[in-house]
Structure formats: C-alpha cells, structure tokens
C-alpha cells in the first residue's frame, strides 16, 4: 500500500490501484491518523479535529462509522482500535513523505562530502514526489494536519534551496536564473533564494542583474523587517562590486539531474531568513 500527502491526499492499493476516499470527513481521518500514523489517537483528539472542536452529540457513533468506513477500503489490520482510540499501521517505505525526508537526508549527508553530483541527484528525486503546492491538499482544515503540511512545506523549500546550491556548484548557473527568480517572487524575505540569484546571475555575465538583485532586496527587507541584509548578502555584494575571483564559476559538471516542470516549490507565502 502506498500512502501520498505530498498533495493532494491519496492511497494506493498494492496493485497500484487508487483506493476510494469518498468523503471529506473521511479524508481528515485519515490524515490526522497519518499525521500521528503509528501511534494511538484518542478518540476525543479525533472528535476534536474532525468537528472543530463543536462535536454534535452523533459524532461519536459517526466517527466509529467513518473509521468502520476507511477499515474496509484501507483493510481491517490497517486501523487497530484501542480502548479509546485507534491507530493507523503504516509499514516503513509506504508513505511518500517518509521518502522525501530519506532522500533529503541522504542528500544532505551526500553534500557535506562535497558529493555534489550525488547530492543534487538525491535532492531532484526528493523534489520530484511531491504532487502538487501543498501537503495534506484538499484536506479540510485540522490543526495538527496544518502544522505537518507547514513543515512539510518549510522542508521542500530548504531542499530546493539545497538543490540549487548544489547546482551552482555544478555550474549550473545559467539554467537557475529562471527558477530562482519565481522562488525569490514567491519568497521576498528569504535571503539565501536573493544570495543564490546574484551568484547566478553573475556567472552568467549579468553582474548589474546581480546587483540590481541586491537593492531589491535590502528595500524588500528594510521595509518589511525592519533588518538590513545579513553578512553573506552583504559580503556577496562586496565580492561582486570587486570582482572578486572566488566568484568564477566552476567548470560546468555534468548535465543537471533531469527534472520535472514543478518539482520545486513556487510555493505560496513570504518566509523568513
């Protein structure tokens, strides 16, 4: 069986076939016990997610039917039922997001060897589960399941940060340009998207770009923190400003992992340094 929250919430049986989740309060069960999948959940934590903390005086008997419901789609040993509560069984390797965070990890470790090929192609593989812009989608709103799909998200962002570092590294440069300027659109307080940008756009001959990007952002950050740009944005300019040859772009590597259009996030909302 494979479980999917890198998007829009969906299972799939061991032959590959989509297993029917065919009602919105079916779909937020399921994504709370994923959310805590191994563990029990006490049927008042799931009362309390399921009806927003308004339970009417049914929800009890309705939450027995919905889990009686995803018992027979999922299978009976999926879900087991405890005094008060149940838990969801999830098999390691079965669950999309428990893939990304492998991948991400291995592709972290793989970096800080200075394995730069292996890295980025950890980082796109890692990059290419996911389905869509958000985790847990269509999903009605669950304050646990918010807060996974949020860090799920903050994640795929730092690898996309990652897998352009390791990028450039390859002499990637030019192919960037593009992607980094939505994700700097998309996230106009996130400095090290801004530093990666004018690193980019300077190996690839467009020095006043680089610069350009630079007062861009220190207005974007005065105006909406408050905060000057930190030392490696500040130190980048001055390198650029002096031409400094730590700056040469390395020797183009081999050709940059294949990826497919949307693997990384154009994500959704302004995040911090």
Request: proline share 7%; glycine share 6%; charged share 25%.
């Amino acid at each position: 069986m494979r479980f999917g929250v890198l998007g829009p919430l969906e299972v799939h049986d061991d032959h590959g076939t989509a297993v029917p989740l065919t009602s919105a309060k079916q779909r937020s069960l399921l994504a709370v016990l994923l959310v805590r999948r191994n563990t029990r959940v006490s049927a008042d934590t799931l009362l309390e997610a399921l009806w927003d903390g308004r339970p009417p005086r049914s929800a009890r008997a309705n939450l027995q039917s919905y889990v009686h419901r995803l018992r027979r789609v999922l299978g009976e040993s999926r879900i087991v039922h405890h005094r008060s509560g149940y838990q969801l069984e999830v098999r390691p390797g079965e669950a999309d997001d428990e893939e990304f965070q492998r991948l991400a990890a291995d592709g972290r470790a793989a970096l800080a060897t200075g394995n730069v090929a292996r890295a980025a192609e950890l980082f796109h593989r890692a990059a290419a589960l996911w389905r869509g812009p958000s985790a847990y989608a269509e999903v009605a709103e669950t304050g646990a399941v918010d807060l996974e799909a949020a860090r799920l998200g903050e994640l795929r962002l730092a690898v996309a940060e990652l897998c352009i570092e390791a990028d450039l590294e390859r002499g990637q440069h030019d192919l960037l340009v593009p992607e980094l300027t939505a994700l700097v659109a998309a996230h106009p307080l996130r400095q090290r998207l801004y530093r990666q940008l004018m690193l980019a756009l300077h190996r690839s001959g467009r020095t006043a770009d680089a610069l350009d990007v630079y007062r861009r952002a220190r207005t974007t950050l005065v105006e909406e923190l408050g905060l000057e740009p930190g030392p490696e944005l500040r130190e980048l300019e001055r390198a650029i400003l002096t031409e400094d040859p730590a700056l040469t772009p390395p020797p183009p590597g081999a050709p940059a992992a294949t990826r497919p259009a949307g693997t990384r996030p154009a994500a959704t909302g302004p995040a911090a340094t």
